[in-house]
């Protein structure tokens, strides 16, 4: 899904989604990892929901995503300079 509809461009930064890992399984909770995901519209969430439930065929069920976003190993040195 993501190959053939990439995620927005964020004030000239690409949104880029690492990987998808299914967290729990009632309700189903999934998990995206990647940079700059605070910024994700809600609209590109929803894609990804209607994906899943397409592909797994889980129509009429709650599905919900949660976003984790790694830290910059430089940000710190970055601040003490």
Do not use: C, W
């Not at 930064?13 to 909770?29: E, F, G, L």
């Not at 439930?53 to 995503?65: A, D, M, Q, S, Y």
């Not at 830290?71 to 970055?78: H, T």
């Amino acid at each position: 899904m993501i190959d053939s509809t990439p995620p927005p461009a964020v004030s000239g930064r690409r949104i880029k989604i690492r990987y998808m890992t299914q967290a729990k399984a009632r309700p189903p909770h999934f998990i995206v990892f990647g940079n700059q995901l605070d910024s994700l519209p809600t609209s590109y969430e929803r894609f990804l929901i209607n994906g899943i439930r397409e592909t797994f065929e889980l129509k009429g069920v709650p599905i919900r995503i949660s976003k984790r976003t790694s830290q910059n190993p430089y940000e710190s040195k970055r601040r003490r300079q």
